[in-house]
């Protein structure tokens, strides 16, 4: 029994550049954006509502253990490892698909 067989050379993942695979890249990269700023919005309100609040009178304050700028800060620290996550992320896969 006689067999033909032709190796047939596919692109390389990182060469490959039609519209549909740039369009999803681009897609699942705003999703991931998108992720990482519903989370660091939402530590951010369950850091703020964990302050505690003493009643003075006829006005509710709040006691400042952990002010606005350390939330700030924190909030920014946590954005700049989630994004630097998400870019090691992205590489590892566009590595691991070669």
Known sequence: MKTD???VSFPHPDTL???LTSVLRERARRLLAQAVEVEA???LAVMTRRLPIRK???REERRN???R?????ALALICLCLTYAMA???H???RRST
């Open 92 to 94: 590892f896969f566009e």
């Open 5 to 7: 067989s032709e190796v």
């Open 17 to 19: 550049d039609d519209p």
């Open 65 to 67: 253990t952990m002010t």
């Open 69 to 73: 700028e350390i939330l700030a800060a």
């Open 41 to 43: 919005k939402t530590f």
């Open 88 to 90: 090691q992320a992205i």
């Open 56 to 58: 003075e009178g006829n």
